[in-house]
T-cell receptor, first 116, second 114 residues
Framework: GAGVSQSPSNKVTEKGKDVELRCDPI?????LYWYRQSLGQGLEFLIY????????KSGLPSDRFSAERTGGSVSTLTIQRTQQEDSAVYLC??????????????FGEGSWLTVV | AQSVTQLGSHVSVSEGALVLLRCNYS??????LFWYVQYPNQGLQLLLK??????LVKGINGFEAEFKKSETSFHLTKPSAHMSDAAEYFC????????????FGIGTKLQVIP
């Protein structure tokens, strides 16, 4: 597609439920990133994929968070047993050559998650 | 470890006045620096980036930033603010070596007063 596409754009879920957030990167982009944006916290790095591999998962907040990427394209971020503190905007981004620094990363519009 | 510090989570300027958003970085190796803008209810888009080619970088919408190694700064400026510049601005850093992990600051919300 023309840009990074994320779904759902908005999700309200009950505490304790599992949620899946989807990211469709720009076609041909090998690098994919997930960030979390909370009020007053800026952008928090969660995980990075190069192809289908995730060389850096250091930002995942807990073992309730997991992510996968298949076919070098679509990625899914899963949050199990959601808690209220998981409420945030989850941003996906991609870039054409993640291993080369200085390349621009392109963001989707985010998935707004509210846990009630 | 790399990091960025944005001074001022909120900045207000009058329409037509100078915009100055501050960013200082910490990096043990030469950095790559970025400014992104986020308009209300939209994703982040790149304003400009520094990749060592020139210390003064010009971006979209009349913004520019100057890389000053001695001050470890990459402040964003615009000579004359427009109402449409009201948004949140994020400074970010990455560095050569390994993969391109981009670390963002907490953001600065710019308010433009008519």
């Amino acid at each position: 597609g023309a840009g990074v596409s994320q779904s759902p754009s908005n999700k309200v879920t009950e505490k304790g439920k599992d949620v899946e957030l989807r990211c469709d990167p720009i076609s041909g982009h090998t690098a994919l990133y997930w960030y979390r944006q909370s009020l007053g916290q800026g952008l928090e790095f969660l995980i990075y994929f190069q192809g289908n591999s995730a060389p850096d998962k250091s930002g995942l907040p807990s073992d309730r968070f997991s992510a996968e990427r298949t076919g070098g394209s679509v990625s899914t971020l899963t949050i199990q047993r959601t808690q209220q503190e998981d409420s945030a905007v989850y941003l996906c981004a991609s870039s054409s050559q993640g291993a080369l620094s200085g390349n621009t990363i392109y963001f989707g519009e985010g998935s707004w998650l509210t846990v009630v | 470890a790399q990091s960025v510090t944005q001074l001022g989570s909120h900045v207000s300027v009058s329409e037509g006045a100078l915009v100055l958003l501050r960013c200082n970085y910490s990096s043990s190796v030469p950095p790559y620096l970025f400014w992104y803008v986020q308009y209300p209810n939209q994703g982040l888009q790149l304003l400009l980036k520094y990749t060592s080619a020139a210390t003064l970088v010009k971006g979209i919408n009349g913004f520019e930033a100057e890389f000053k190694k001695s001050e470890t700064s990459f402040h964003l400026t615009k000579p004359s603010a427009h109402m449409s510049d009201a948004a949140e601005y994020f400074c970010a850093v990455s560095f050569s070596g390994g993969y391109q992990k981009v670390t963002f600051g907490i953001g600065t919300k710019l308010q433009v007063i008519p």
